[in-house]
């Protein structure tokens, strides 16, 4: 199976984003260009041969495509792409049709389970349609009789037409007869119409069948607003497909990875608890591999520098990293400090896409950072947030057995960040359905699992680390908000762990909440998590559960230090909380946490 894709248009109605090139490198929000998206995602589903059709701008396209050293590329350039349309270049292209094709438009973004579904679909010729959808005015559609394609057209609005996309898995056969049909259109000077305009001649003698794509995701960008949107949109579903690999030995699960990927050659972030158990298993199975510990529980910006250097002498494109939140906060600010180039302050600089692979393995269930886009990192004691879509790790392995031996504190104090996160993103203003659901689910596993789990049941184990991973997903979608922000000051100065500091503040926002009135339906869906009737009840149960772990408050009777934790607080970054917050609510939740 090979793959044919138009880049050849001006996309004229893309405004100043095509200025100065071609529609399909224009950059997604996660920094990738909408050509290397696809390559990317054709060749992780196993395409290696593009046929790739090229007009203005060629040499930016040729360019790209010395990033994926793995796959292979003919060119063929439509010089007369001003005055032609696609037919032109598919018939220049027709000479290359020596195999199956995947055929498709170079505007196209697209997640990968759709290619995959594509790939294994039972029919030789297949095509995308969605009957879900509302047809769209000056967009193709598809009409089709009996589960086959009879037409593709922009004016078609009966019953039997649906949306459509221009992407289409073809035997040889079939794509060949459409190659010969659009030939004879062009050599009949036909080079303004659609290559469709040729297909609907002879669908009657082929046989493509219709998949419905309602359920997964595949737009065109035609415009200015469709970047915007397509940009946007795709990213949620990027996220819900992070591969999560739950087991009971993730040592055998990396092993299997690694040998897929044929990867000889890896960089480890590890806590210091699991660098020899790692390096052991590697050593075994003859995988060069170079361990970098040197962090702190709260990771620092040099730390982060140190890292980047001996990570570029590793010379390789993988990263594992095993550990809590800091290993893979490390891991992460790495790969992205790792696309900036020439870069001397990495903190000011906007991330590049970065086609480094990384594995993450969660030794506890708190952060769930191994399926966020984000990590956490202090510059001279100041938070940074290191945020961008390319440094969510490609795979995480959630294995229970690494939390059977964390220490007593560490276990409550993490579960409570997995709590704590997740009745956060119901109430957070960025949040929506699907992390709403993720956070529900969460809580009501943590809620139902605390306690075995702080005994090691097996069964709690894995469901806890499920639920952590979960309120990772959530918070990735909604952020997090108040009791967060305020967190930060009081773990450092009073040297509790990040989890147990947001327990303190949340109660206290909660109960703002409440009498605030805003977000009713949201408090609910936190009281249905918890299986209350209401809120209020919820609230006591989450009391009652803080309570139950004795973890206790720090004191304080200083006002000069509330004041310093006060001042502290990012105010920029509680525009996710539903509450109008000033100093003075601050300052009264850390007088009753402190008093």
């Known amino acids: ?10 996309g004229r109605r893309m405004g100043s984003l095509t200025e100065k090139n071609p529609k399909c490198m224009v950059k997604l929000y996660n920094g990738e260009t909408i050509f290397e998206r696809q390559i990317r ?10 046929v790739i059709t090229v007009g203005p701008f060629k040499e930016q396209v040729l360019e790209a495509a010395t990033k994926f050293p793995d796959a292979n590329f003919t ?7 001003a005055k032609t349309n696609y037919i032109v270049s598919m018939h220049l292209a027709s000479r290359y049709f020596d195999d199956d094709f995947l055929v498709l438009h170079g505007d196209l973004v697209f997640n990968k389970n759709l290619i995959i579904k594509l790939l294994n679909s039972k029919p030789k010729a297949v095509c995308l349609y969605n009957d879900n959808k509302e047809l769209p005015a000056k967009d193709f559609k598809g009409r089709f009789k009996n589960g086959l394609l009879k037409e593709v057209a922009i004016d078609l609005f009966d019953n039997d037409s649906y949306a459509f996309q221009p992407f289409y898995k073809l035997d040889k056969e079939t794509l060949n007869k459409w190659g010969d049909q659009v030939t004879e259109f062009v050599t009949n000077d036909f080079v303004t119409v659609y290559a469709e305009n040729a297909l609907n001649e002879i669908t009657d003698q082929l046989e493509i069948a219709g998949m419905n794509y309602k359920d997964d995701y595949i737009e065109e960008i035609d415009d200015e607003l469709d970047y915007f949107r397509v940009s946007n949109e795709i990213r949620y579903f990027d996220y819900s497909e ?55 529980p709260n990771p620092d910006y040099h730390d982060i520098i140190l890292g980047l250097h001996e990570f570029k002498k590793a010379d390789t494109n993988l990263i594992i990293s095993i550990g809590g939140g800091s290993a893979m906060d490390v891991a992460k600010s790495i790969k992205a400090f790792s696309s900036v180039k020439n870069g001397t302050d990495f903190l000011d600089h906007g991330y590049e896409f970065s086609n480094i692979k990384h594995i993450a ?5 708190g952060t769930g950072s191994e399926s966020t886009t984000f990590a956490v990192i202090y510059d001279n004691g100041d938070k940074k947030s290191i945020t961008h879509d390319s440094v969510l790790p490609d795979i995480a392995i959630l294995d229970y057995n690494l939390l059977k031996t964390l220490p007593d504190y560490q276990k409550k104090s993490t579960m409570l960040d997995a709590l704590c996160q997740s009745i956060e993103s119901i109430w957070s203003k960025r949040a929506n359905e699907s992390s709403k659901k993720d956070a529900e689910q969460s809580i009501e596993i943590i809620h139902n699992n605390y306690q075995k789990y702080l005994m090691n049941d097996k069964k709690a184990l894995r469901n806890m680390l499920y639920a952590a991973n979960l309120s990772g997903k959530a918070i990735n979608i909604s952020k997090t908000t108040l009791p967060h922000a305020m967190s930060y000051k009081l773990a450092s100065r009073y040297k509790i762990s990040h989890g147990h500091a947001v327990a303190l ?44 772990l004795k973890l206790g408050n720090p004191v304080c009777k200083d006002n000069n230090m509330i004041e310093d934790m006060v001042n502290a607080v990012n105010m920029d970054r509680l525009n996710n909380t539903p509450l109008k917050v000033t100093n003075e609510m601050l300052r009264a939740i850390y007088s009753k946490i402190l008093e």
């Open 41 to 50: 995602i054709l060749n992780e589903c196993g395409i290696k041969d593009f």
């Open 505 to 548: 503040s949340l109660p206290y926002v909660w109960e703002l909440l409440i009498q605030d009135g805003r977000c009713v339906s949201d408090l609910d869906r936190i009281a249905k998590a918890f299986r209350r009737d209401n809120t209020t009840e919820a609230l006591a149960v989450f009391k009652a559960m803080y309570e139950e």
């Open 361 to 365: 393995i969660p030794t506890t269930a």
């Open 242 to 296: 992070q591969e999560i690999i739950e087991t009971d030995n993730y040592r055998e699960e990396l092993m299997r990875i690694l040998t897929k990927s044929m990867t000889q050659r890896v960089f480890v972030v590890s806590g210091k608890s699991y660098e020899k158990d790692i390096s052991k298993l590697l050593s075994e199975r003859n995988v060069e591999h170079q361990i970098f510990d040197s962090f702190a």
């Open 1 to 10: 199976m090979k793959a044919l894709i138009f880049n050849s248009g001006l």
């Open 75 to 81: 060119f063929v350039s439509n010089d007369n792409y």
